[in-house]
């Protein structure tokens, strides 16, 4: 069966500090790892890896994987109040048919 | 509209009741899927669709649950004498063919409340 385990579980931060969110994974047969953005609602799309030492950026926000030692970090720069969110972390199945979440990092920026 | 769309957005229903929440997919999307998000965790995976024909279910499925999605457009989930265990976000996903590089599209769930 297929584990995602991500930690911090919660992190209260203040504004312009930066962040690394840890997310290690068991999978039988590894295809890519997704990072999600949920405030409250639907999850949204942030990255998706599925090459080692690989870095993807978008803006402050910044993340890799390490399929030797089977973990991501997603780093978030300058945090701003509007980054507070629960951040998930994600493997597919083999077909893509499904995927298997972690519990998710529970993130607030205070001002 | 290009998202994915749930409704309703709430639902408080009794014990022992029956609901259905609908998911309407991103059009030109076919495979949706199914998931239940309880406080603190992950969503987790019930069961998706290809086209009109149901592929894969979870063991979180129960007897009680049952999802179809014909002529492969909207969806439907139907949780039939409804327990308090089943109080979560019902989230409802799409997707073209495989997780293409943006990922799965999710709606905005179906909050359910079994009082």
């Known amino acids: 069966e297929d584990k995602v385990v991500q930690s911090p579980l919660s992190l209260v931060v203040h504004e312009g500090d930066t962040v690394t969110l840890n997310c290690s994974y068991e999978v039988t047969n590894f295809r890519s790892l997704l990072w999600y953005k949920q405030e409250k609602k639907a999850p949204t799309f942030l990255f998706m890896l599925t090459s080692s030492g690989i870095e993807k950026k978008s803006g402050r926000l910044s993340s890799i994987l390490d399929k030797k030692e089977l973990f991501s970090i997603l780093n978030i720069t300058a945090t701003q109040t509007g980054d507070s969110a629960v951040y998930l972390c994600a493997v597919p199945n083999s077909g893509y048919s499904t995927l298997t979440f972690g519990k998710g990092t529970m993130l607030l920026v205070s001002p | 509209d290009t998202g994915v769309s749930q409704n309703p957005r709430h639902k408080i229903t009794k014990r022992g009741q029956n609901v259905t929440f609908r998911c309407d997919p991103i059009s030109e999307h076919n495979r949706l899927y199914w998931y239940r998000q309880t406080l603190g965790q992950g969503p987790e995976f019930l069961t998706y669709f290809q086209n009109e024909a149901q592929l894969e279910k979870s063991r979180l499925l129960s007897d009680r649950f049952s999802a179809e999605r014909p002529k492969g457009s909207f969806s439907t989930l139907e949780i039939q004498r409804t327990e308090q265990g089943d109080s979560a976000m019902y989230l409802c996903?799409?997707?073209?063919?495989?997780?293409?590089?943006?990922?799965?599209?999710f709606g905005s769930g179906t909050r359910l409340t079994v009082v």
């Open positions: 996903a799409s997707s073209f063919l495989s997780v293409p590089n943006y990922g799965y599209t």
